[in-house]
């Protein structure tokens, strides 16, 4: 139980293009889902949280209109980045909480992202 | 804002040695997890720890709340425990540890 899916687990796209990256609850509802920013080699860094229904809370030094989140439904969220530049590449990671026993975070595998 | 910091940063072991993972934290937090990352970047639920000890096999791990540490022991490694391993901590927001790198050589 508690599996989050990520899609795409890759992507290439050109500089000034949009690109959006789906997470999935598959077999819990997730009330609150993450989404992180990994650079190689060093640790995750928290982007934004989104609670079901309500604006997504972003962190100080990442630019809502860059990174749009949606949280539309109790097991699916969305990360668009958009106008995307090179200096977005990068390894960006979500995770799902659940209530009761699930209440801690289950990661997805991760998107890489490339920007040209 | 807490800090969350890890030790050793990097581990290199031979299969069947024990160690022992740190993660410090500087103020008081809700929860406390541990990950470990594979090196294809899936990170894996280890322990959900906000105190007290858990054991899971060849793992455990015992949180000290009041003195702000938690402590990951991995027992008799096997090179598939070759990763990243991750705290994290909850307070007003998630906050990753800064991890530590083990390598387990056959």
């Known amino acids: 139980g508690a599996v989050v899916s990520q899609h795409p687990s890759w992507v290439i796209c050109k500089s000034g293009t949009s690109v959006k990256i789906e997470c999935r609850s598959l077999?819990?509802?997730?009330?609150?889902m993450f989404w992180y920013r990994q650079f190689p080699k060093k640790s995750l860094m928290l982007m934004a949280t989104?609670?079901?229904?309500?604006?997504?809370?972003?962190e100080q030094g990442v630019e809502k209109d860059k990174f749009l989140i949606n949280h539309a439904s109790l097991t699916l969220s969305t990360l668009t980045v958009t106008s995307a530049h090179p200096e977005d590449s990068s390894f960006y990671i979500c995770?799902?909480?659940?209530?009761?026993?699930?209440?801690?975070?289950?990661f997805g595998p991760g998107t890489r992202l490339t920007v040209t | 804002g807490i800090q969350v910091e890890q030790s050793p940063p990097d581990l290199i072991l031979q299969e069947g040695a024990n160690s022992t993972l740190r993660c410090n934290f500087s103020?008081?937090?809700?929860?406390l997890q541990w990950f470990h990352q594979n090196p294809w970047g899936q990170l894996i639920n280890l322990f959900y720890?906000?105190?007290g000890t858990k054991q899971n096999g060849r793992l455990s791990a015992t949180t000290v709340a009041t003195e702000r540490y938690s402590l990951l022991y991995i027992s008799s490694s096997q090179t598939t425990d070759s990763g990243v391993y991750f705290c994290?901590?909850?307070?007003?927001?998630?906050?990753f540890g800064t991890g530590t790198r083990l390598k387990v050589l056959a």
């Open positions: 995770s799902a909480r659940g209530r009761g026993i699930l209440y801690e975070q289950y």
């Open positions: 077999d819990f509802q997730a009330t609150t």
């Open positions: 989104s609670n079901e229904g309500s604006k997504a809370t972003y």
């Open positions: 103020d008081s937090v809700n929860n």
């Open positions: 720890i906000p105190s």
């Open positions: 994290a901590v909850e307070a007003y927001k998630y906050i």
